[in-house]
Every structure is written in C-alpha cells, then in structure tokens.
C-alpha cells in the first residue's frame, strides 16, 4: 500500500478504523487498483448507518492502439494481406478480439507465435487504418475495477448508493436508510480537502 | 453407565489404519466419522478413557498423531448474515474449519436478509434450521455499535447457546441475549493467516469448547436415555442404505441426539424401529422428526426424567 499518496479510514472509535483499512486495502489489492489510486479517504459512521469513500486516482492512462506495441506493415509481394509483428503479447488477446470483429475471423491467421496477419483486398490502405485501432481502453477497466471495489467495501446492507465519477475524482456514499442530501455534500467536501483546496468541479 | 468415553481426533497414513479401526473396535470405543484424503486419513473416534495409551502406544508406531478433540461430537451452526459472492473469503470459512479441526461437524448459514442494521432479520425457517444445531456461532464484523445495538435482533428465537465472534473487544454481557462472546475475529476480506488472528480462533476453539462442556454439563444432571453414538451404531448394523450415503457425515452426531443423512419419507419408519439389545425401540426413547436441512431425518433423545430408564 506504500504507493497511496493518501490512505485515510475514518470511524467513530479508531480502532475500528485502523481494522476497516485492512477491509478497503484488501478489495484494493484484490482488484489491482494500487497503481491507480492515488489518494483515498473512507469515513464509517455505524451509528448514522452511513459510508463515505472519495477517491483521486492517477490520470494519464491513455488508450492502447495497436501501433504502441506491434510493428503494422504490408505482407509479402503478391499477398494481399497486412502483417503484424507483434513488440509486447500483452494484448494479444484484445488484439485478435478486435481484429475478429473488424475483418472477420476467417480472415485472421496467426502464422507464428508474434505474428498476425489480415488478409483483405487493399491492403496499403488497411494499414494506417489498422495502426490506429484501438484494442485496450485502460480507463474504462479501470472505472469497472473501481465500482466493484467501491461495493466490496462498503458494509454489505447499505444498499441506498450515490455515486460520481467526474474525470479522475470518485466519490461513494452508501447507507441503509434514505440519502440524506448533506451526506453527499459533505463527501464532496471531503474530496475538496483530499485534493488540498482545489475545487472538485460539478458531480455527474 | 458404561466406560467414559474421549474424544480423539487420529491423523495418520492410510497404511495399515485398519489396525486401529480394529483396536477401536475391540476396545468398545467408536469411531465416528473417517476422512480419507489420498494417502492421509483423519479418524474422529471416541475410545473409552482407561484405554486411550493403547491407541496412543499404536498411533505412535504407525507414525500418526493422537490428539485430543474436545469439540468431537457436537454439530456447530456457523451463521453469517450475509454469505454473498462479492465478500468472499469469508471470515466465517475459517471460523468453520478451524472448529471442524476441533473435531465438531460445523454447517455454514447464510441468513437471506441478515446484513445490514435497522434491515437485518431472520426468517422462521432460518431460525428453526439454527435450532437443530448444539451451538449457533454468529459471525459478526468490525463495528462494537452494530455488535451491540443492532445485530443481536437475529438472537431473537434462538433457543440454543449463543456464541458472537466479532473484531472489537467486548464484554459479554454488553450483548443482549449472547452467552458468548469472542473478539478479534472480525470481518476480513482475505484468508486468516496471520498470527494474531490465528491466535484468535486458537482462543475461539477454547471458548466453544467450555460452553460444550457447560453443555454437556448441564445433560448429565438428567442424562440421555442412550448415548448418540450408540444409537450411530444401532443405524450402521441395521439400516444398510446408510453406507451408499456420500456425504461426508452420513450420520451427524450432536451433544442431545443426531441427523440421520436419509431422505425422511423413505427411511423413517426404519429408523423409529430400530432395536436396542436391551429392549426398547428407539421411537420410544427419542423423538424422530423431519429435520429443516434438506429432507434429513433429525432425532433427538430424551432423557431419563420422561422414559425413567437409561440403557
């Protein structure tokens, strides 16, 4: 956990707080989701019956294309079919899913280990096309990995949920009995403080 | 009464385990369920108590362990108010298995509408299933408030000892209607691994452990009319069918009586007949009823002040 800027668990007596953390830092490591976060702050106040958590994660994760980790060019003369050398296997998987869908799958082969090719009719036209493909969204995961954190841990009966996620600041409000509207206002605020003063901007 | 018996949990290699099955046997002792896993196998038996150095004397040469079980024969409903996929693993897993490696049979409940605080209830059927168990063990989380002011709701039509396992540290008589309480076992989101925590269920089987013996206690100021093992006995000599029963515990002992694992429409007329040596059937001596898990069949002994005897 040494890579939060800020892990902060609240609740009325400390103890319990310092025994929540062990709660939220494991649905952390569970989802991967520590190179993401960059700061969090969970308030727990069993007796209101009320869970807040704000969250600031790390931007900058911009989408995968298929040119940052494969080499795209034409096939051999007479071939009509566009190879791709692939640099990082990574996201091979996301790679052929995408090619599937765009060109078909009895177009696709996979001659070698590293090697994908596409047969198709033009393929000095394919190629650019192809390079800018996107086949990862890191954002998107990221925004699925972070609901599915959110609910691991809050406690398991706050079913009455309030949620944001504007850019790269999160915000989650859990209880059982009917939102109170300064509940959100005062995770808002939270939010501002963990984000030192600077304004949270307007919740989605 | 017969010879005191002891319960002893024998975890050795499946080599030559036969010849303590035999000496179990010879002796009069009981064995009570056998888990065999590849070449290990872990026997839950009671041995009458002037003989336990003979099966100690053989377990040490056939390289085994002989230790001391004092949960053997005791069936635990562990109950957690929620047992959703999302919070996996469990604390209450390992509070389970640790209490199943104190030799009792625990039974994992998953209250349908236990979580939460002014929400939390139990159903008629949940209550009547905890019911059958010795001991109802409540697994709760991190927050004393909850502990104290909210959970104990589902107590309500427990009739059986109550035991509260939680993380903060609290006095048991700040708990309504719990006789037990047990801290630093609160909700985790990973496996119990280390060492306090591990020093928490070490405490847990302690504790449990007392309130059986209290239990226990309590039975034999008005004894049972028969010992649960015997009629265990009774069942596998005289109802075949018992054998092609694949659960791990065909037959659960508990500390007043036990489940038979046969389908109850089928089987309980055999088992209400079955015949003791010194006379009595067992209907007359035990109460045989449809139990709430699956379609068992639950009996439960009577004592000596209702029948006036004990065999």
């Given at each position: 956990?040494?890579?939060?800027?800020?892990?902060?668990?609240?609740?009325?007596?400390?103890?319990?707080?310092?025994?929540?953390?062990?709660?939220?830092?494991?649905?952390?490591?569970?989802?991967?989701?520590?190179r993401?976060?960059?700061?969090?702050?969970?308030?727990?106040?069993?007796?209101?019956?009320?869970?807040?958590?704000?969250?600031?994660?790390?931007?900058?994760?911009?989408?995968?294309?298929?040119?940052?980790?494969?080499?795209?060019?034409?096939?051999?003369?007479?071939?009509?079919?566009?190879?791709?050398?692939?640099?990082?296997?990574?996201?091979?998987?996301?790679?052929?899913?995408?090619?599937?869908?765009?060109?078909?799958?009895?177009?696709?082969?996979?001659?070698?280990?590293?090697?994908?090719?596409?047969?198709?009719?033009?393929?000095?036209?394919?190629?650019?096309?192809?390079?800018?493909?996107?086949?990862?969204?890191?954002?998107?995961?990221?925004?699925?990995?972070?609901?599915?954190?959110?609910?691991?841990?809050t406690?398991?009966?706050?079913?009455?949920?309030?949620?944001?996620?504007?850019?790269?600041?999160?915000?989650?409000?859990?209880?059982?009995?009917?939102?109170?509207?300064?509940?959100?206002?005062?995770?808002?605020?939270?939010?501002?403080?963990?984000?030192?003063?600077?304004?949270?901007?307007?919740?989605? | 009464?017969?010879?005191?018996?002891?319960?002893?949990?024998?975890?050795?290699?499946?080599?030559?385990?036969?010849?303590?099955?035999e000496?179990?046997?010879?002796?009069?002792?009981?064995?009570?369920?056998?888990?065999?896993a590849?070449?290990?196998?872990?026997?839950?038996?009671?041995?009458?108590?002037?003989?336990?150095?003979?099966?100690?004397?053989?377990?040490?040469?056939?390289?085994?362990?002989?230790?001391?079980?004092?949960?053997?024969?005791?069936?635990?409903?562990?109950?957690?108010?929620?047992?959703?996929?999302?919070?996996?693993?469990?604390?209450?897993?390992?509070?389970?298995?640790?209490?199943?490696?104190?030799?009792?049979?625990?039974?994992?409940?998953?209250?349908?509408?236990?979580?939460?605080?002014?929400?939390?209830?139990?159903?008629?059927?949940?209550?009547?299933?905890?019911?059958?168990?010795?001991?109802?063990?409540?697994?709760?989380?991190?927050?004393?408030?909850?502990?104290?002011?909210?959970?104990?709701?589902?107590?309500?039509?427990?009739?059986?000892?109550?035991?509260?396992?939680?993380?903060?540290?609290?006095?048991?008589?700040?708990?309504?209607?719990?006789?037990?309480?047990?801290?630093?076992i609160?909700r985790?989101?990973?496996?119990?691994?280390?060492?306090?925590?591990?020093?928490?269920l070490?405490?847990?089987?302690?504790m449990?452990?007392?309130?059986?013996?209290?239990?226990?206690?309590?039975?034999?100021?008005?004894?049972?009319?028969?010992?649960?093992?015997?009629?265990?006995?009774?069942?596998?000599?005289?109802?075949p069918?018992?054998?092609?029963?694949?659960?791990?515990?065909?037959?659960?002992i508990?500390?007043?009586?036990?489940?038979?694992?046969?389908?109850?429409?089928?089987?309980?007329?055999?088992?209400?007949?079955?015949?003791?040596?010194?006379?009595?059937?067992?209907?007359?001596?035990?109460?045989?009823?449809?139990?709430?898990?699956?379609?068992?069949?639950?009996?439960?002994?009577?004592?000596?002040?209702?029948?006036?005897?004990?065999?």
């Open positions: 956990m040494s890579t939060l800027d800020t892990f902060v668990v609240e609740s009325t007596i400390a103890e319990e707080a310092d025994h929540y953390k062990q709660i939220v830092s494991d649905a952390i490591t569970d989802l991967v989701l520590v993401s976060i960059n700061k969090i702050k969970v308030v727990v106040t069993p007796e209101e019956t009320l869970f807040q958590m704000v969250i600031v994660l790390r931007g900058g994760l911009a989408p995968i294309k298929i040119s940052d980790f494969a080499q795209v060019g034409v096939g051999t003369f007479g071939e009509s079919e566009v190879v791709i050398d692939i640099e990082n296997e990574a996201y091979l998987p996301q790679l052929l899913e995408s090619l599937w869908a765009r060109c078909g799958r009895i177009n696709v082969h996979q001659p070698e280990r590293k090697t994908v090719s596409v047969s198709c009719e033009n393929p000095l036209e394919e190629v650019p096309l192809i390079e800018e493909m996107v086949v990862e969204d890191p954002q998107r995961t990221l925004q699925a990995r972070l609901v599915d954190m959110a609910i691991r841990a406690p398991e009966g706050f079913r009455v949920r309030y949620h944001s996620l504007n850019g790269n600041h999160f915000i989650f409000v859990a209880t059982e009995d009917v939102m109170k509207k300064e509940w959100v206002e005062q995770a808002h605020k939270m939010l501002d403080e963990l984000l030192g003063g600077e304004p949270s901007g307007s919740s989605s | 009464m017969a010879a005191v018996l002891e319960p002893y949990i024998y975890d050795g290699g499946m080599y030559k385990h036969g010849l303590i099955l000496l179990l046997e010879d002796l009069g002792g009981y064995l009570i369920q056998a888990i065999p590849a070449s290990e196998v872990t026997l839950i038996m009671l041995i009458p108590e002037k003989d336990v150095h003979l099966v100690e004397a053989l377990s040490t040469k056939l390289l085994g362990k002989l230790v001391k079980s004092p949960l053997t024969g005791t069936e635990i409903a562990v109950v957690s108010p929620t047992l959703a996929y999302h919070h996996l693993p469990h604390s209450a897993c390992d509070v389970a298995e640790y209490l199943r490696r104190g030799g009792a049979n625990t039974n994992m409940i998953g209250l349908a509408r236990g979580m939460g605080r002014r929400v939390a209830l139990s159903a008629d059927y949940e209550r009547k299933l905890i019911n059958e168990h010795d001991i109802a063990l409540f697994s709760f989380g991190t927050f004393s408030d909850c502990i104290i002011n909210k959970k104990p709701k589902l107590f309500e039509g427990i009739e059986i000892p109550i035991v509260v396992t939680g993380g903060p540290d609290i006095k048991t008589e700040d708990i309504p209607n719990a006789d037990m309480y047990i801290g630093g609160g985790v989101a990973h496996r119990l691994r280390k060492e306090p925590e591990l020093e928490g070490d405490r847990m089987n302690k449990v452990s007392e309130m059986v013996d209290s239990v226990r206690e309590e039975i034999a100021k008005d004894p049972l009319v028969v010992l649960p093992v015997r009629i265990m006995k009774e069942i596998k000599d005289q109802i069918e018992i054998e092609h029963v694949l659960t791990p515990a065909p037959i659960t508990q500390l007043d009586g036990l489940r038979v694992k046969l389908p109850y429409d089928e089987f309980h007329e055999k088992v209400e007949k079955i015949e003791f040596d010194e006379g009595p059937i067992l209907s007359e001596i035990a109460n045989v009823t449809q139990s709430k898990m699956k379609n068992y069949i639950l009996i439960k002994i009577q004592r000596k002040s209702e029948v006036g005897f004990v065999i």
